[in-house]
């Protein structure tokens, strides 16, 4: 199995969020793998506002929003891992904010390459090898040791592919230093 980080990309033809306005404790609990009911704090920048809107929309953070028809799509096609998405108005268009419950622990210290904190926990990470048993076959996940990436399998990678979904960056690389 093979794994891979999924990123918002705007490229020069699509709207970018450049901020959510969202308070503190809704990033660290959509950080902390938590549910959340209820998004009551909010206020969207958009840069490229006269340009396409994607299937994925972010800010390059934490903050995922999803089209109709990509959250369709992951209702479809995720069924180990819990996901709930609450629902948003973005410029023009209605989008699901995507918030992955739970946090996989699944980072093999042993073979991955990061500089620790003073308190021993990762700091950057440099290549991250994902021990594959822990993953508990979800092929959507955020890792506990670093919850800002979204990880895919590679049996979602294709069907992505294949559904031509807009605003998708698909990373090889394990580097979390770099996009």
């Given at each position: 199995?093979?794994?891979?980080?999924?990123?918002?990309?705007?490229?020069?033809?699509?709207?970018?969020?450049e901020?959510?306005?969202?308070?503190?404790?809704?990033?660290?609990?959509?950080?902390?793998?938590?549910?959340?009911?209820?998004?009551?704090?909010?206020?969207?920048?958009?840069?490229?506002?006269?340009?396409?809107?994607?299937?994925?929309?972010g800010?390059?953070?934490?903050?995922?929003?999803?089209?109709?028809?990509?959250?369709?799509?992951?209702?479809?096609?995720?069924?180990?891992?819990?996901?709930?998405?609450?629902?948003?108005?973005?410029?023009?268009?209605?989008?699901?904010?995507?918030?992955?419950?739970?946090?996989?622990?699944?980072?093999?210290?042993?073979?991955?390459?990061?500089?620790?904190?003073?308190?021993?926990?990762?700091?950057?990470?440099?290549?991250?090898?994902?021990?594959?048993?822990?993953?508990?076959?979800?092929?959507?996940?955020?890792?506990?040791?670093?919850?800002?990436?979204?990880?895919?399998?590679?049996?979602?990678?294709?069907?992505?592919?294949?559904?031509?979904?807009?605003?998708?960056?698909?990373?090889?690389?394990?580097?979390?230093t770099?996009?």
């Amino acid at each position: 199995m093979k794994i891979y980080r999924i990123r918002p990309y705007s490229g020069d033809n699509n709207v970018y969020i450049e901020s959510t306005g969202f308070n503190k404790t809704i990033v660290f609990e959509n950080l902390d793998g938590e549910k959340i009911n209820e998004i009551k704090t909010f206020n969207f920048t958009l840069k490229n506002k006269t340009k396409n809107y994607p299937d994925l929309l972010g800010t390059g953070s934490s903050e995922f929003f999803v089209s109709n028809e990509l959250k369709t799509f992951l209702e479809k096609n995720i069924t180990k891992q819990k996901i709930n998405f609450i629902e948003f108005t973005i410029g023009k268009k209605q989008y699901w904010f995507l918030n992955i419950i739970g946090l996989r622990d699944c980072m093999d210290y042993k073979n991955s390459i990061y500089s620790k904190y003073e308190n021993n926990q990762p700091d950057e990470i440099t290549n991250l090898v994902i021990d594959e048993k822990k993953i508990d076959q979800n092929d959507i996940f955020r890792l506990k040791d670093n919850s800002i990436p979204i990880f895919i399998t590679d049996s979602i990678k294709i069907k992505l592919e294949e559904m031509n979904f807009t605003g998708i960056k698909i990373i090889e690389s394990m580097d979390l230093t770099v996009g």
